[in-house]
């Protein structure tokens, strides 16, 4: 069955398959027991105890997967009058601009179906280069240009998407917009949406809106949106840990205390108000920050919303690395230095430092090569450790295949999915992973070097 990038077919459910990870376990396994020894060495503790530390997180992601297993895509017919605006913040590159075209384009044709009263709010710099051809595109439709100003500096002195979020939501107290009857929805500027987006926006405002104040989706990333095969597949990771790990938090706990993303996110208004933007003068995930003040005001308030944005992975390789270094430094800066108090901030580091884990799992892999190779004689793989490995390996490769999965059945392209599985566990194992592990490290370092800047990659039309 097809979901659906726009007029597909949408298939019944959401949730990942559970099926996968016993195969990959008892292939997994099989490996680790040919290779057991009874002698331990300091790398062996090191490992073992390295993947037990994880073992929460992963039981986490198997209850928000078997939580989410039954979950179906909105298919709501009806229409609310409730006013929604969708938000985007962008720099409006020109190289950029079509990506943008892509998500407004698809707002403009699928909002009516379920939405009588709604716009699209715009939110870039003075100084961005496509300004006018934006303005000249979307004259006379339903689209508003929120230009932040150049001295325009926030109480905290925020920065990068930050300050452009707080300046916007300024813009609307102005307009006396941040009121309960007005709700709010997130986009990237590389993220379209279908009318499954729409349905569930409408049907969490009729329905839940007056208990569940936050609701945030599934983020999808087509293959025909993506050029480069790596980028591509080493983005399958995030639709099943939207599926399985946010939403154990998110809809489970009701409690994201996990942070959130800054698209296919809806809030409404004056919750939005209160929380706001202004997160000081460091590169912050300002949409995980946003979801752990959200925890602490509003425990229980928020929900699921089942439908898909459809991104964009990176062009390429490395601005793949870009972007995963930027993830690091913010989510860093804000589990070390944000602005809430430190339980809330807990666990978002625990979450970083086990993402960071991935280092260990290739290392194995390794070993067993080399030895099989007869590079090397000596044993390390003790039966605990073994165990562990094989756990967390097979962790990973599920989480991987499934998010494949996902993509693939959004994708237009006509790759059978079997191909796409056979080239993606290889490639997991030897560019992927180190990859990851690659942009980690870049992220550290630029971490303890203090950066500041925010680079913006190109997004794939």
């Known amino acids: ?101 892509r998500v407004v384009d698809s707002i403009l044709k699928f909002a009516p179906r379920n939405l009588d009263n709604w716009r699209v709010d715009l939110v870039t710099e003075d100084w961005s280069e496509g300004i006018e051809q934006i303005r000249e595109r979307y004259e006379g439709k339903n689209v508003n240009l929120i230009v932040v100003p150049s001295s325009y500096e926030t109480k905290m002195k925020s920065l990068n998407k930050s300050r452009a979020l707080q300046y916007a939501l300024e813009y609307h107290i102005g307009k006396g917009e941040m009121s309960k009857d007005t709700w709010l929805f997130h986009l990237d500027d590389d993220a379209s949406v279908g009318s499954d987006t729409i349905a569930a926006i409408a049907e969490h405002i009729k329905f839940k809106g007056n208990k569940y104040l936050l609701a945030q989706g599934v983020l999808a990333f087509p293959h025909d949106n993506s050029n480069s095969i790596i980028a591509k597949f080493a983005d399958s990771m995030r639709p099943t840990d939207d599926m399985t790990r946010f939403y154990f938090f998110t809809a489970l706990l009701k409690t994201p205390l996990v942070g959130l993303h800054g698209e296919n996110l809806l809030v409404r208004g004056d919750v939005e108000s209160e929380i706001g933007w202004d997160n000081g003068t460091r590169p912050i995930s300002d949409d995980s920050c946003f979801g752990l003040r959200f925890s602490s005001k509003y425990p229980g308030k928020s929900s699921f919303l089942p439908a898909f944005t459809y991104g964009a992975s990176p062009s390429s390789v490395r601005d793949m690395l870009k972007q995963r270094r930027r993830w690091l430094v913010d989510l860093t800066n804000l589990g070390i230095y944000g602005p809430l108090p430190w339980k809330y901030r807990l666990l978002l580091i625990y979450s970083v430092l086990f993402w960071s884990s991935m280092i260990t799992q290739n290392v194995i892999l390794g070993v067993m090569i080399l030895q099989h190779l ?35 059945q959004v994708s237009k392209e006509k790759t059978p999915f079997w191909k796409k599985a056979l080239i993606m566990v290889p490639m997991f194992f030897f560019i992927i992973g180190p990859l990851e592990t690659i942009g980690g490290v870049w992220g550290l370092y630029a971490f303890l070097r203090n950066e500041r800047k925010f680079e913006v990659i190109s997004k794939p039309t």
């Open 374 to 408: 007869h590079v090397i004689t000596f044993e390390i793989i003790t039966p605990p450790m073994g165990v562990m490995w094989a756990f967390t390996f097979s962790f990973w490769i599920w989480f991987y295949w499934n998010g494949l999965h996902i993509n693939h």
């Open 1 to 101: 069955m097809k979901w659906n990038t726009g007029e597909r077919e949408l298939g019944p459910r959401l949730g990942v398959s559970l099926w996968v990870l016993v195969a990959i376990f008892f292939s997994v396994i099989y490996l680790a027991i040919v290779n057991f020894s009874n002698v331990w060495t300091p790398f062996s503790i090191y490992a073992t105890l390295s993947w037990s530390f994880g073992m929460p997180i992963i039981i986490m992601s198997f209850v928000g997967a078997l939580s989410s297993h039954s979950m179906r895509i909105s298919k709501f017919t009806g229409r609310i009058d409730r006013k929604v605006i969708f938000e985007i913040p962008t720099i409006a590159k020109i190289s950029n601009l079509p990506a943008l075209y």
